[in-house]
């Protein structure tokens, strides 16, 4: 495949690259983005959407909640853009779940919006674990992890459980 290069986003081909750590950003308030010292940055805002759903799946796990993701035009997976508050109702999630099939980008920007399971299945790996195992955006995987447990969604233990299940997965299959 030849390379195309970036065109218009060339200014922009450094951000949100797979392997980006929250180290390499900054994490600052709406206020702060506001001031002089950022008057002449961009600004993007990204958010967790999530409602609370206490649903049992199968007799056997109960779902604590839905999260909005989206595979996005690079193949990686991240969070919507846009300022909102990140808790909604779960009528509010599923109208602005089935909105996104109606939004001008989709299709081109936005190529699917994503559920990830907020439960390990029985055999210690599928369901969050596995998960984990795909390519986020920049550091998406680190702001689910953290925005999960933030808002009490899994408790600190089941994600370092499902982080270990997943890092355990990864090593055994890079051998």
């Known amino acids: 495949m030849a390379d195309i290069g970036w065109g218009q986003l060339q200014a922009y081909e450094a951000y949100g690259r797979a392997g980006d750590k929250k180290e390499d950003f900054n994490?600052?308030?709406?206020?702060?983005?506001?001031?002089?010292?950022?008057?002449?940055?961009?600004?993007?805002?990204?958010?967790?959407l999530f409602a609370r759903n206490d649903a049992i799946l199968w007799d056997l796990y109960n779902t604590r909640g839905t999260v909005l993701m989206q595979m996005r035009f690079d193949g990686l997976l991240g969070f919507p853009g846009g300022l909102v508050d990140p808790e909604i109702t779960l009528s509010q999630f599923q109208e602005i779940e089935l909105g996104n099939l109606k939004a001008p980008d989709y299709g081109s920007e936005t190529l699917g919006v994503i559920r990830p399971p907020l439960f390990t299945m029985g055999d210690g790996y599928r369901g969050l674990p596995a998960f984990l195992s795909n390519s986020f955006a920049g550091n998406a995987r680190q702001e689910l992890l953290i925005g999960l447990q933030h808002f009490k969604l899994l408790s600190e233990d089941e994600i370092q459980e499902a982080v270990k299940s997943w890092l355990t997965f990864q090593i055994k299959n890079t051998q």
């Open 27 to 48: 994490i600052i308030s709406y206020e702060e983005a506001l001031s002089d010292k950022y008057s002449s940055s961009k600004h993007a805002s990204h958010s967790m």
